[in-house]
């Protein structure tokens, strides 16, 4: 804003404007955009993208105090440069700054950052396109095209339905992004006599009410927006503290074993389709507890978990079945391929563990149970049975081992 400003000093004096003038008109323009930058700073980082419920309107309050601040600055101005009423000047002001607040803020503030060349943002876009969202922007198309050809006072409600239509199904970027269009194409089409709405734009008042009329309105679609998008992210939260365990990230036995059942139904009907259940055991996790704490043990599993799922085609195809065992489905998977998977976990694994030895306490490791199947069962349970005995095996064998519950086809 500092270079903008800077910038706008400079073309004004190019341009023959006074120096008292310039420089006047450009501290209104700053006081503004400092008081709300003050006031903005001070708000939560959620607040200042719009992710909660009442962020809009702290957007609105602050944008009124800045506002509020050019206002003043226009009350001085107005009589002293234009020969006007200095209330006049400070509603003028205070409108023109308050539009602009609330119809570019929205969209600087929830601007997203893309980690990818905008050519491929664009396609990704382009590609994801389908009536169900598009119709509302083309309802807005239409609303506008309406308010055109019907014009008049009510012109200013012919959108709002669209609108709100538009902020239930895009995010707060995009709702951001179609209400500035939307904002800025009725204050210019007003202007131009695109649109008739029935009154003398020229007059102070109608320019006042339309400049407000055009930011209230604004307001509605993007608060919509913030509240779903609020609202989707609690619905998201509770879906993890219901499906995932809160220690490992992983899926917990009941949600595992949902997904396994889903995975199993949609390979019905495919002949020799492969499927492995690994069910994987830490050992010595009950001494690491006894000795060292479970604090201790719990860092233990977080690094099994994360060494499995790092691992995985399909992060979500792994569960904590119990204390320290962890099931994996791998659908596609032979008995060559889910042997080196199951080796990969032991030999990783070991070398993370490795520490905890040289701290004078038991190394943890893993044992694997294989369980492989060539025609999807109509359950999983008996599955997770075979994988549990050859998991047995393993560990008697001493541990840090892996073995399959029957003999195996590659």
């Given at each position: 804003s500092?270079a903008?400003?800077?910038?706008g000093?400079?073309i004004?004096?190019?341009?023959g404007?006074?120096?008292?003038k310039?420089?006047?008109?450009?501290f209104?323009?700053l006081?503004?955009?400092v008081?709300?930058?003050?006031?903005y700073?001070?708000?939560?980082?959620?607040?200042?993208c719009?992710?909660?419920p009442?962020?809009?309107?702290?957007l609105?309050?602050i944008?009124?105090?800045?506002?509020?601040?050019?206002?003043?600055?226009?009350?001085?101005?107005n009589?002293?440069?234009?020969d006007?009423?200095?209330?006049?000047?400070?509603?003028?002001?205070?409108?023109?700054?308050?539009?602009?607040?609330?119809?570019i803020?929205?969209v600087?503030?929830?601007?997203?950052?893309f980690r990818?060349?905008?050519?491929?943002?664009?396609?990704?876009?382009l590609?994801?396109?389908?009536?169900?969202?598009?119709?509302?922007?083309?309802?807005?198309?239409v609303?506008c095209?309406a308010?055109?050809w019907?014009?008049?006072?009510?012109v200013?409600?012919?959108?709002v339905?669209?609108?709100l239509?538009?902020?239930l199904?895009?995010?707060?970027?995009?709702?951001?992004?179609?209400?500035?269009?939307?904002?800025?194409?009725?204050?210019v089409a007003?202007?131009?006599?695109?649109?008739?709405?029935?009154?003398?734009?020229?007059?102070?008042?109608s320019?006042?009410?339309?400049r407000?009329?055009?930011a209230?309105?604004?307001?509605?679609?993007?608060?919509v927006?913030?509240?779903?998008?609020?609202?989707?992210?609690?619905?998201?939260?509770?879906q993890?503290?219901v499906?995932?365990?809160?220690?490992t990230?992983?899926?917990?036995r009941?949600?595992?074993?949902l997904?396994?059942?889903?995975?199993?139904?949609a390979?019905?009907?495919?002949?020799?389709t492969?499927?492995?259940?690994?069910l994987?055991?830490v050992?010595?996790?009950?001494?690491?507890?006894a000795?060292h704490?479970?604090?201790a043990g719990?860092?233990?599993?977080?690094?099994?978990?994360?060494?499995?799922?790092s691992g995985?085609?399909n992060?979500?195809n792994?569960?904590?079945?119990?204390?320290d065992?962890?099931?994996?489905?791998l659908?596609?998977?032979?008995?060559?391929?889910?042997?080196?998977?199951a080796?990969?976990l032991?030999?990783?694994f070991?070398e993370?563990?490795?520490?905890?030895?040289?701290?004078?306490?038991p190394?943890?490791?893993?044992?694997?149970?294989?369980a492989l199947?060539?025609?999807?069962?109509a359950?999983?349970?008996p599955?997770i049975?075979?994988a549990?005995h050859a998991l047995?095996?393993a560990k008697a064998?001493?541990?840090n081992?892996?073995?399959f519950?029957?003999?195996?086809?590659?």
């Open positions: 500092y903008a400003d800077t910038a000093v400079n004004d004096l190019a341009t404007a006074a120096l008292p310039t420089l006047l008109l450009t209104g323009n006081a503004g955009v008081v709300g930058y003050l006031l700073m001070r708000l939560e980082v959620h607040d200042r719009l992710k909660r009442f962020s809009v309107l702290y609105a309050l944008a009124a105090a800045a506002s509020a601040a050019s206002g003043c600055v226009g009350f001085v101005a009589p002293v440069l234009f006007g009423g200095a209330m006049e000047g400070w509603l003028f002001w205070f409108t023109t700054e308050f539009v602009n607040f609330i119809i803020l929205p600087v503030l929830t601007f997203p950052v990818k060349p905008l050519v491929e943002v664009g396609r990704d876009i590609g994801g396109l389908s009536l169900a969202n598009t119709a509302p922007v083309l309802a807005l198309i609303s095209a308010s055109w019907i014009g008049g006072p009510g200013f409600a012919f959108p339905p669209a609108l239509w538009c902020s199904v895009y995010s707060v970027p995009i709702t951001a992004l179609i209400t500035f269009v939307l904002s800025a194409w009725t204050l007003i202007a131009k006599g695109i649109v008739f709405v029935g009154a003398d734009f020229n007059s102070v008042s320019l006042l009410s339309i407000m009329g055009v209230l309105i604004a307001l509605a679609p993007i608060n927006a913030s509240v779903m998008a609020a609202r989707n992210e609690f619905q998201l939260l509770l993890s503290m499906t995932n365990d809160p220690l990230a992983t899926l917990n009941r949600a595992f074993i997904r396994c059942r889903n995975a199993l139904a390979e019905q009907g495919k002949a020799q492969p499927i492995a259940m690994l994987c055991d050992d010595k996790l009950q001494a690491i507890n000795g704490g479970h604090d719990d860092e233990i599993l977080r690094t099994f978990a994360r060494i499995a799922r995985l085609p992060a979500d792994i569960g904590r079945l119990g204390s065992e962890f099931g994996i489905l659908v596609g998977c032979n008995g060559e391929r889910a042997a080196a998977m080796e990969r032991r030999e990783v070991a993370k563990s490795a520490p905890w030895g040289e701290l004078g306490q190394k943890p490791t893993v044992s694997i149970g294989i199947t060539y025609r999807p069962p359950s999983i349970e599955l049975a075979q549990d047995a095996r064998s001493g541990g081992a892996f073995a519950a029957e003999e195996r086809r590659a």
